[in-house]
């Protein structure tokens, strides 16, 4: 048996215990830490999810004027399977869901997810039949950036922000931060009283609400055809 | 609140009616049908099946027609030799609420003359059907699909009606019509629980982007013999 037996986190030891502790931190442990999100931090690979403004600006972060290279994000990661940091910059709507999720669960731990724009984190403006209202339905959002768009600053500091959260964490707790349910695959994020919760009409959509009798939120909620098995 | 607005709401609130119960009558006044020589043909030919005729933003000439005489009427445009109108920029619907007929609009140009045209169809709520123009300009096909997704006109005669937007099992009505509440009609928790529920592998196969391929029988196939069809019809 190797040292991968042994470390914290890998192996069996972080539950069985091994030379290096039961998953309190330990000197050894401290310093491998420091050494992995060292290493990770510095190695953040983007797997642009662009699809409407936020994604100019994005692209805008990449060039050369604001570089995010000079962070580590040395590559524009076009393949979830190579990908560390899910950027979705942009609004989803609901025929784009499955295809995010899918992205998302493609890509190997360890991953984070930065929801960049007011429509990618609240559905924005887009209080509409066909849009997602926030992406915390779909995936696990690590950081937010407001604005509409961010401008490239803002993600860079968003990007810093997943950085430091990379530096604050400790293998020894590596299955808490890296628990993923197999059967979660295509199902909602957040429950249906989490999501009815969050969505909740406002601005002009509240009067259209009212109008329609509050079918938007209350509403048949059941169809009579269910697609799900 | 305007009494014009509040009166706007209240018919979206009841909802629409058919159209019987109101008379639409035409927004703009009858215009100078000798302005543009096409029109001036229309009438001569087609007669009383030529509804009306306006003039909108400056200069759009606009026709009404029967709407059970529409590919004979369009037919005549496209291959008249003194019309010629060949290029069919757009189709699309207007429902203006309120119980009023739902347009089927053709947006057309006459690309040898130089001439533009606006021929509509007004179909009443309760008999949302009218012939496809497929026949006469294949780029009708695509946008006929696009009414009826989001306005629910069913083209008779069109080889491939579906859904072309909103996704193939939506089931919440048809979104730009004046009754459809902007926030759809399931709440969000179901909206999010179908939109996952989506098979994405059969959604995007590559010849949803293929056009001619006998698209009908491949896509979504119900039954185990289809599925049986696809998977030959990709090997070969």
Known sequence: ?????????????????????????????????????????????????????????????????????????????????????????????????????????????????????????????????????????????????????????ALIYGLMMIQEKIRQESLSHHFELRDEDPLSVARPRATAEEIVGLTGPFGNSTQQDEIAGGVGVTGPAEPTDDPTP | MTDHVKDGLDALDEGPRPSDAIAPGPSAPEANRNEHPSVAALFERFGRSVVHHEVVSGGQHVVHVEPGRNVEILTWLRDDPEHRFDLLADVTAVDLGGGAPIQVVYQLFSIPHRRALRVKCLLPLDALEVDSVVPLWNTANWLEREVYDLFGVTFR?????????????????????????????????????????????????????????????????????????????DET
């Open chain 1, 1 to 153: 048996m190797g040292v991968k037996g042994d470390l914290p986190g890998g192996g069996t030891s972080a539950r069985s215990g091994g030379l290096l502790g039961t998953g309190g931190p330990t000197f050894l442990t401290t310093k491998l830490d420091f050494v992995v999100n060292w290493g990770r931090r510095n190695s953040l690979w983007p797997m642009p999810f662009g699809t409407a403004c936020c994604a100019i600006e994005m692209m805008a972060s990449a060039a050369s004027n604001y570089d995010i290279s000079r962070f580590g994000m040395e590559r524009m990661s076009f393949s979830p399977r190579q990908a560390d940091v899910l950027i979705c910059a942009g609004r989803v709507p609901y025929k784009l869901a499955p295809v995010l999720r899918r992205i998302w669960d493609q890509m190997p731990q360890p991953k984070w997810c930065i929801s960049m724009g007011a429509c990618a984190s609240s559905g924005g403006v887009f209080d509409v039949y066909s849009m997602v209202q926030g992406i915390d339905t779909i995936v696990p959002v690590d950081v937010y950036i407001p604005g509409c768009p961010p401008r490239p600053e």
């Open chain 2, 157 to 233: 005669n069109h080889p491939d009606l579906r859904r072309i937007l909103m996704p193939h099992d939506y089931a919440e009505g048809h979104p730009l019509r004046k009754d459809f509440p902007l926030r759809g009609r399931f709440s969000r928790a179901e909206q999010t629980r179908r939109a996952l529920a989506q098979d994405v592998d059969r959604f995007y196969i590559p010849a949803e982007r293929a056009v001619g391929r006998e698209p009908q029988e491949v896509f979504f196939p119900e039954s185990p013999e289809a599925d049986a069809d696809e998977a030959t019809r």
